[in-house]
């Protein structure tokens, strides 16, 4: 995109949504503001805007979801936002929020990583209702010469203020931890990235999470030296989880926005077991549905939270922003018909991911083609701990196989196997267990 039709952009007027202020701060995301002005600038004018992404990994996880959203918020509020890929920067990494330095990526998996990154920002914000730029640090960081760089932004910088920054000073207090120079130096890269970015696409305000504060304020204050103009920086305060943990991070690992590393199931399970404390937070943090939705769910959950109405929708919501509809719809019909006899109709990719944390005993062809005898399974995989206690369960009809009663004894052939693989196991409502047949 070309600076006149950037210029263009900017001359259009004042956004359709002269609420996106408002609607920050009543959905908790307003931390520190550089500007007290900014929430009447951006209900009177169009502002082009950013965030940055460095890519640590081939895809984002679920930590970096209210960045994308604020993202979007901005968008449909009639504002142009630009979603950096952190192409330059992303050779250093951040210190911000880290006890110790990043491991250094080499040239081909940082490449890979750049990739995946910004094709999933590509497609986010594609889906948005406005304008927008992804752009890439890259082609400005790795071109600029070494002295005039010094020159130029690094006598601007003094070391006394950058050491008093949170970032920096917890490296420097702790004992075992340190910080390297090569780290010391991001405050500069992500300033330049300001100056870069509002000389290219006229932009003037910064967002991020309140741990980017520092940084954030020295790219303000860089483009103010520099350039003569006014740039203004917002941070959103970070997610923390109820039993303070890191947000995004489960038993089973992190929750990432790719399909290919979490599956949409696994997607839609993490947000459908959100916390009765976090779920009001959650749905006006992750979603974008109105404050009268919000607060009607909020007000059913208070009144009911066995129903868990509040957690399916906003399960329901965010999967279908990240993954799409059919995605979303198919995860929720997986967590409804596991152990009935539906489950039949799941396909496998979907079975496979809804038993993936449910504990697993494996059986062989043999055992299936002889017949095993299903008293003896439900002993093997401690549903039932004897003959008799077995027995029991059958004439009640608390032992289902695939969903389906089973009132007497009998034995598990091939053909119980879903998918020619998984037989299901469950007795009464909580206790269950997964054979998974294998040659």
Not at 84 to 113: C, F, H, Q, W, Y
Not at 257 to 275: A, G, H, L, N
Not at 358 to 381: H, K, N
Request: charged fraction near 25%; proline fraction near 5%.
């Amino acid at each position: 995109m070309s600076p006149d039709e950037s210029l263009s952009l900017l001359e259009a007027g004042p956004p359709e949504d002269p609420g996106l202020f408002d609607d920050l701060s009543w959905r908790g995301l307003v931390h520190q503001c550089t500007e007290p002005t900014l929430p009447t600038l951006l209900s009177e004018q169009r502002f082009t805007l950013y965030i940055g992404f460095d890519p640590t990994a081939e895809s984002l996880h679920v930590g970096s979801l209210q960045q994308l959203c604020l993202l979007r918020r901005a968008q449909e509020a009639g504002h142009r936002p630009i979603a950096l890929v952190g192409g330059g920067t992303g050779m250093i990494g951040d210190p911000s929020g880290k006890s110790e330095e990043r491991e250094l990526l080499d040239p081909a998996t940082l490449e890979r990583n750049r990739v995946g990154v910004a094709s999933l920002l590509e497609r986010f914000m594609s889906e948005g209702g406005g304008s927008y730029i992804v752009a890439d640090n890259a082609q400005w960081l790795s071109t600029v010469p070494l002295i005039e760089f010094l020159r130029d932004v690094g006598k601007l910088f003094s070391v006394n203020e950058m050491i008093r920054k949170d970032s920096v000073r917890s490296r420097l207090e702790g004992r075992d931890q340190g910080l390297s120079f090569t780290e010391f130096t991001y405050q500069l890269l992500q300033a330049w990235d300001f100056v870069q970015l509002h000389e290219r696409f006229g932009c003037r305000l910064q967002l991020g999470g309140s741990d980017q504060w520092g940084n954030i304020t020295e790219g303000v204050e860089l483009v103010r030296r520099l350039r003569g103009a006014p740039a203004y920086g917002l941070t959103s305060p970070l997610v923390v989880k109820a039993d303070g943990t890191k947000f995004g991070k489960t038993e089973s690992g992190t929750v990432w926005m790719s399909p290919e590393r979490t599956s949409p199931y696994e997607f839609f399970q993490f947000w459908i077991r959100v916390t009765d404390r976090d779920v009001g937070d959650y749905l006006r943090r992750f979603t974008f549905l109105s404050h009268k939705d919000i607060e009607a769910l909020e007000a059913n959950h208070a009144e009911h939270p066995e129903r868990r109405d509040a957690q399916r929708t906003l399960a329901r919501e965010v999967t279908t922003m990240v993954h799409g509809a059919a995605e979303a719809a198919s995860a929720e019909r997986a967590a409804e018909v596991l152990f009935t006899e539906a489950v039949a109709s799941l396909d496998e990719p979907t079975l496979r991911s809804a038993l993936a944390d449910a504990p697993t005993w494996v059986i062989s062809d043999a055992q299936l083609e002889g017949g095993a005898d299903l008293e003896e399974v439900l002993i093997r995989t401690g549903l039932a701990t004897s003959r008799t206690n077995a027995r029991t369960h059958l004439v009640n009809g608390a032992v289902r196989v695939n969903g389906r009663v089973e009132s007497e004894n009998r034995p598990l052939r091939p053909s119980d196997a879903l998918h020619g693989r998984f037989v299901l196991l469950r007795r009464g409502k909580k206790s269950y267990a997964v054979l998974d047949r294998r040659p």
